[in-house]
């Protein structure tokens, strides 16, 4: 006892016990913070596992936007709440110990500085209901905004064809400009939170003081000092507590969300029935319904009373016109909706093989394996059954070729072959086949359904939805859907004797199974390029993402200032911080004065006055301060999104193929999140910390000058191992940022593809993989945690260094009391201020990142043409022809500058002629007319419409007097109305005439809502021949001069086809129409083909003298599809002709 009495005793006990504190804070800070990063993963996984589970009804209400915000903000909240919660739970003990002690020093005074304190408690528990209000509105506008973005993403291609991006834009703005204004009654709550914590550590000395004086206390220095030391300690819950209950409650909003969404119907699991369960069913079925009905909230259609038995090894055709519920009676059976009434029994595994080629961003041979182990005789069999071993052998990497994602560098048949080549990899026993034979040519089809279905299937049960009529003799089974309901079902032959339903759209069908053999049939074997990407000579297209090395760059800094308010901005904060720092200093320097009776002339009572002022001073600058980074928060938030958002709906087309939409909703969201609630907290801090050390170095030099000999060193040393920790954290959280968007992809892959994981029941798979990811991107998050533990301990060491120093002089020095107490008093709180400085500055440098990713997208990402010009011309007068001109056009990727994809092309298209554009899959035809929209800029050469060269055109003044109909239709979220009329330019008695014209007006009719029925996400609501044939009435709306077709009626029946062909002659008789075709009936009797081969024109003329040349190639492929069918070509070819010339 005698040591710890000596003036050195203390000193080294206080060493003793800073480390030992040290110590104890880094072991906690280490639980608490390997438990956020469990939390988080288990949240993470818990999300993901519920989202392969979500019945239909579910996926309506919790859209893929909603989803990925869970998984992105939600729970993050949650995580964070632990440490917050950790943090308070010792603040009750901290209380009571600060109290005790200083009603030792003060009295009953005591408790007019307590009370402040809780006075200011109860004010800032009130607040929480206002932060819970903005929360839940700033994460529901952020649900949307994340939804529309999702969407827009998706969609980007039909957007830019149709001009649409300031739409979009708009949209997603209108919606981002809700989330701020929640965010900016966020921020304004949170001024009046933080000035508390700001004024309550001056307000409470000054009260208790005022007490203890005017109760006749002597203000000295052995109780003055103290007594500010314990009112730090007392200040610490004001600092932690409120804080931490605010991240709890925030918390308990996000779990909220979260709970909602795991207590989310589920879909019934799809068991494998037995005959011994099923005692009625037959015993060689493979599946059974019986008066099955299914229904799911908003859906726009649902099947009615369904009763088959599909016997095993059947091959069944499903048949019906558009939206009759063909691919809905595929959903029933994989459980994508949920039968209401009846019963529907499965005997055996299924594959599915979706309408819509869902492709993964994998190698061609990944997406067939699906995860599988490779058995390269199955493989090699699969590939020539699926008709792909041409492509491959052409292929930059043959079947390691990567595919970007959807897809995107491979052509609508491709995918299909794909698709299917995945069902058949799996030894499965039933195959359901969601009309793959569409997307091809039909030689291709052909040979698909004969190596595939009839050879490599002829074991297995094949349920074929198909539109391909003379397929029908050939299997063994029809059921006819027409309204939701089976109208009737039997043998081929049998059904179409009797006369029926079947009957009736054979005559709409010319059965010959030579008819419509395509043009590619006898075209030379072209190279089957990757469609429309331009990947690279090893067949990649998926870019890295971009990481920046090394420290962040002054001029990231220097960005978010300039979005913060630029230099007015920063001298506001640099004004602010130093003169509420220098009132904090200056009023603490005063007390000292006090004590020591520095200026004998004034009374305690001018003291007291003149202490309480200078308090007022650091209470009003301090929240000019809190003010000033607040505002400066909400400008960046707003300047981030915007600049971002412009130049991504900007970027070209070549952007967006070799950049998954994970990865760029990782940014728009993790980023532009730590933006809206991160970085101006964290700079807040900074400065405060920044400032509070300034003022110790101040005051050591003022005090204890000779200190600095070792202060000095010391914050040099300090300041290294800052900097060697930075290093490391500050890649470590670039790399958590990488590492987190391929899990991030995969999620939203996923949520793209469920119905086809659901089906061929390979959730575990997915969800092994999303784990693996997970732990990928913790790892650099669990080194982040040991690093910060790591200069944790040593910074603390370099702090309780200074105090034993201090101590050590203060007790063998003859400084006045008074000084060494203030100095003592500044010098206890360095290890919490360097802390703070340590964890503010480390997490801002690092969350920094989110600046520097979005800085590359609001200002490096590479743009595509200006979207107007002074000098285009106005709409009503131009194009009023459509005559198009082609000169020596050359068209070549920049990832593949050796490979011209076409090839000097040149030709003229009169005003108002009908062009059929036919080519094997890697000739040209989807690039050509890409490039007529600028969608691919050529490389030489030019193209005129109307004698106005299209380059020297704004992008939207181009593409606005365009329309096209895609070979996969896009619809958009919102309603019928708006899908058909996005941007409200026509009446409704327009709209109905369209809907009459292309045939569904009945339908829609039929809706509650009519017009104003909901389309869900991607149109999933509706059939993809009720998707294009809403396509179709958007281009007859707009009534352009110039229309392109790609394929456009491969998702429908043949009743649709011949509407679709009567209302191209109708509705665009005046219009240029150029259409890329693989039947030839779809385009005989246009006024000219144009046949492209290898990048290059080998034949360019009427369909008439085509067929009347025997050497023609066209006139071949018509010979080809059979004599009979050959000779009506002919015949409608030379009515055309004749039909012509007397015009």
């Not at 804080?243 to 918390?251: M, T």
């Amino acid at each position: 006892m005698l040591i710890i009495q000596s003036g050195a005793g203390l000193a080294f006990t206080l060493f003793a016990l800073q480390i030992g504190s040290s110590i104890f804070r880094a072991t906690s800070d280490q639980i608490i913070r390997r438990t956020e990063i469990n939390i988080r993963t288990i949240i993470i996984c818990a999300i993901y596992e519920k989202t392969l589970k979500l019945s239909g009804q579910s996926s309506i209400k919790f859209t893929q936007g909603k989803i990925l915000n869970l998984i992105n903000i939600d729970a993050e909240k949650i995580a964070m709440a632990i440490q917050g919660f950790a943090g308070a739970y010792a603040t009750p003990i901290q209380i009571a110990v600060a109290i005790y002690l200083l009603g030792q020093l003060l009295g009953y005074s005591v408790w007019a500085g307590a009370g402040t304190l809780f006075f200011a408690l109860l004010i800032q528990a009130g607040m929480i209901g206002f932060f819970v209000k903005y929360q839940r509105l700033f994460l529901s506008f952020g649900d949307k905004r994340l939804k529309a973005l999702r969407e827009m993403l998706y969609g980007i291609k039909i957007i830019k064809f149709r001009a649409l991006e300031e739409f979009f834009f708009d949209r997603i703005t209108t919606i981002r400009n809700g989330q701020i204004k929640a965010l900016k009654n966020y921020y304004i709550v949170q001024v009046f939170f933080v000035g508390i914590i700001q004024v309550i550590p001056v307000l409470m000395p000054i009260v208790a003081f005022i007490a203890f004086s005017l109760s006749n206390g002597s203000i000295t220095a052995p109780i003055i000092f103290p007594a500010l030391s314990l009112f730090n300690i007392l200040f610490q819950p004001l600092l932690v507590f409120p804080g931490s209950l605010v991240s709890v409650v925030l918390a308990k909003v996000s779990w909220d969300r979260i709970r909602d969404f795991i207590l989310a119907e589920e879909a019934e699991p799809r068991v494998e029935s037995t005959f011994e369960n099923t005692p009625d069913a037959p015993k060689d079925a493979a599946i059974q319904l019986s008066n099955a009905t299914t229904k799911e909230e908003n859906a726009l259609f649902h099947l009615r009373h369904i009763t088959t038995s599909i016997k095993k090894g059947s091959l069944v055709a499903i048949v019906g016109p558009v939206g009759s519920g063909k691919s809905s009676f595929l959903s029933g059976i994989i459980g994508e909706m949920r039968c209401i009434d009846g019963s529907m029994n499965i005997f055996g595994t299924l594959a599915y093989c979706s309408q819509q080629a869902w492709i993964l961003t994998e190698t061609i041979q990944g997406n067939i394996l699906f995860n599988n182990s490779l058995d390269k005789t199955r493989m090699d069999a699969v590939i020539e059954a699926s008709c792909l071993t041409n492509d491959l052998q052409q292929f930059p990497a043959g079947k390691m070729t990567q595919i970007g994602e959807k897809g995107v560098n491979l052509s609508g048949g491709q995918k299909a072959r794909v698709s299917l080549a995945r069902a058949m990899y799996q030894d499965c026993d039933t195959y359901l086949l969601d009309d793959p034979i569409s997307a091809l040519d039909a030689h291709v089809g052909a040979d698909v359904f004969k190596l595939s279905i009839k050879q490599m299937l002829k074991d297995k049960t094949v349920i074929l939805v198909t539109h391909q009529l003379h397929f029908l003799p050939e299997v063994d089974h029809v059921i006819v859907m027409d309204n939701g309901t089976i109208a009737e079902q039997g043998k081929f032959k049998d059904l179409v004797a009797k006369d029926g339903v079947l009957a009736n759209m054979m005559k709409h069908y010319k059965l010959d199974d030579d008819e419509d053999k395509p043009i590619e049939s006898k075209l030379k074997k072209t190279a089957a390029v990757v469609e429309d990407t331009g990947a690279d000579k090893n067949g990649n297209i998926i870019v890295e993402e971009d990481r920046n090395l090394g420290a962040v760059e002054g001029k990231t800094y220097w960005s978010y200032v300039v979005a913060c308010g630029g230099y007015s901005y920063l001298v506001v904060v640099a004004i602010t911080a130093i003169l509420a720092q220098a009132s904090h200093l200056l009023t603490d320097l005063w007390l000292s004065w006090w004590t020591s009776n520095m200026y004998p002339n004034l009374t305690a009572d001018q003291y007291l006055r003149i202490y309480t002022g200078l308090g007022g001073i650091q209470v009003f600058f301090s929240l000019a301060l809190n003010a000033a980074v607040l505002v400066g928060g909400y400008r960046s938030a707003h300047y981030y999104h915007s600049a971002a958002l412009k130049r991504i709906i900007a970027a070209p087309m070549s952007f967006f193929d070799s950049q998954p939409v994970g990865r760029i909703l990782n940014r728009m969201s993790k980023d532009v999140e730590s933006i809206d609630q991160a970085i101006w907290i964290l700079l807040f801090l900074t400065i405060i910390a920044t400032t509070g050390l300034i003022s110790i170095v101040v005051l050591m030099a003022y005090v204890l000058p000779y200190m600095l000999l070792i202060v000095v060193p010391l914050i040099v040393l300090y300041f290294y191992i800052i900097k060697y920790y930075q290093n490391a954290n500050r890649e470590l959280k670039r790399l958590e940022s990488v590492q987190r968007s391929p899990l991030y992809a995969h999620i939203s892959e996923s949520l793209a593809g469920i119905a086809t994981v659901k089906a061929f029941r390979v959730e575990k798979r997915f969800v092994q993989r999303q784990r693996t990811l997970m732990d990928l991107s913790n790892t650099p998050s669990m080194l982040k945690l040991l690093g910060s533990v790591w200069v944790n301990m040593r910074i603390e060491l370099l702090a309780s260094i200074v105090v034993l120093t201090l101590v050590l002089i203060g007790s063998y020095s003859d400084i006045h009391s008074s000084q060494i107490g203030i100095a003592l008093t500044y010098a206890i709180g360095l290890t919490g201020l360097i802390n703070l400085l340590l964890m503010a500055f480390s997490q801002l440098d690092a969350e920094m990142n989110a600046v520097e990713r979005l800085d590359v997208y609001g200002n490096d990402l590479p743009q595509e043409a200006p979207r107007s010009y002074d000098t285009d011309p106005a709409s009503d007068s131009w194009p009023t022809k459509g005559a198009i001109t082609i000169k020596n056009l050359e068209i070549r990727y920049e990832s593949r500058p050796d490979f011209a994809v076409i090839k000097n092309l040149s030709l003229n298209i009169r005003p108002g002629e009908k062009i059929g554009v036919v080519g094997r899959t890697g000739s040209g035809k989807s690039t050509l007319m890409t490039t007529l929209f600028r969608i691919i800029e050529p490389s030489l050469g030019n193209i005129e419409l109307d004698g106005i060269d299209i380059s020297k055109l704004g992008l939207k003044t181009l593409r606005s007097r365009l329309q096209i109909i895609p070979q996969e239709p896009v619809l958009f979220t919102g309603t019928i109305r708006a899908n058909l009329d996005v941007e409200s330019k026509f009446e409704d008695a327009s709209i109905w005439d369209v809907l009459e014209r292309i045939g569904i007006k009945e339908y829609v009719t039929g809706l509650p809502e009519k017009l104003e029925a909901p389309v869900s996400e991607n149109g999933e609501n509706l059939s993809v021949g009720q998707r294009q044939l809403i396509s179709l009435g958007r281009a007859i709306l707009m009534q352009p001069i110039v229309l392109v077709m790609d394929e456009a009626t491969a998702s429908v029946d043949a009743e649709a086809d011949k509407l679709i062909q009567q209302s191209i002659k109708t509705h665009f008789a005046h219009a240029t129409v150029l259409s890329i075709a693989h039947r030839l009936n779809t385009i005989v009797d246009f006024d000219r083909v144009l046949v492209l081969q290898d990048g290059e024109m080998v034949e360019f003329d009427s369909p008439h003298i085509l067929l009347g040349r025997s050497e023609s190639l066209f006139s071949q492929l018509a010979d080809a599809t059979g004599a009979a069918n050959a000779q009506l070509l002919r015949e409608i070819a030379s009515k055309k002709a004749a039909s012509s010339a007397q015009k």
